[in-house]
């Protein structure tokens, strides 16, 4: 069975400043998809970024970028220009080619943004 | 388009009781999904329905189950409520829950048991 670890509880960080959140998991597949959600306080969770597996190049979507190590099985998200906006439980999650919907969690990282 | 919606978003019960939340996609979803989030387990895979068929399940006990509807609207039900059942119940839905596919969170049903 897959396993999701985000080993930072909570983090903290200036506004306008840069933050990385660790993640790392654990499988025997190759071909799976990572994905970092966010869940502010309104509980709704958010898609910030995702990335294949196959894919070495890593995915940016604005101000949001990740660092995917394969072998190391690590996917990092950097933050760039914290936003008090940006404060919000962040989840790392993992989902297999073949278990069709299923994402497996990692425990979440509690961002603070000050001002 | 409007979002994945989910009724009621709160909900008090006590022991023993059953519950059933529902769940509507966003139009043109066909996969629904359910996810328990505590604060001692996090998020949890509960199960996926699509084309009105189960097509996944996560390991939860048989008090929890669900159905889907012909028109995506899903719905999931827990019978004989207890004490750890209060939690955060998220649903998502994709398209056509294809590996590829985006899946997109309602705002969750809060269950309380007393």
């Known amino acids: 069975a897959q396993t999701v670890t985000q080993s930072q509880p909570e983090m903290s960080v200036q506004e306008a400043e840069t933050v990385t959140l660790s993640c790392t998991y654990d499988t025997s597949e190759s071909d799976y998809y990572l994905f970092w959600y966010k869940q502010p306080p309104s509980r709704q969770m958010i898609l910030v970024i995702r990335?294949?597996?196959?894919?070495?190049q890593n995915a940016t979507e604005n101000r949001f970028s990740v660092n995917f190590q394969k072998a190391a099985k690590s996917f990092s998200l950097k933050i760039s220009d914290s936003q008090l906006g940006d404060a919000a439980m962040y989840f790392c999650?993992?989902?297999?080619?073949?278990?069709?919907?299923?994402?497996?969690f990692g425990q979440g990282t509690r961002l603070t943004i000050n001002p | 388009k409007a979002g994945v919606t989910q009724t009621p978003r709160y909900l008090i019960k006590t022991r023993g009781q059953q519950v059933t939340l529902s769940c509507s996609p966003i139009?043109?979803?066909?996969?629904v999904s359910w996810y328990q989030q505590t604060p001692g387990q996090g998020l949890q895979f509960l199960f996926e329905y699509f084309s009105e068929t189960q097509r996944n399940k996560g390991n939860f006990p048989g008090r929890f189950s669900g159905r889907q509807f012909s028109n995506s609207r899903s719905e999931m039900n827990v019978s004989t409520l207890e004490l750890g059942d209060s939690a955060l119940y998220l649903c998502?839905?994709?398209?056509?829950?294809?590996?590829?596919?985006?899946?997109?969170f309602g705002p969750g049903t809060r269950l309380t048991v007393l």
């Open positions: 139009s043109g979803h066909r996969s």
């Open positions: 999650a993992y989902r297999s080619r073949e278990g069709a919907q299923k994402l497996v």
């Open positions: 990335q294949e597996a196959y894919k070495q």
């Open positions: 998502a839905s994709s398209t056509l829950g294809h590996p590829t596919d985006t899946q997109y």
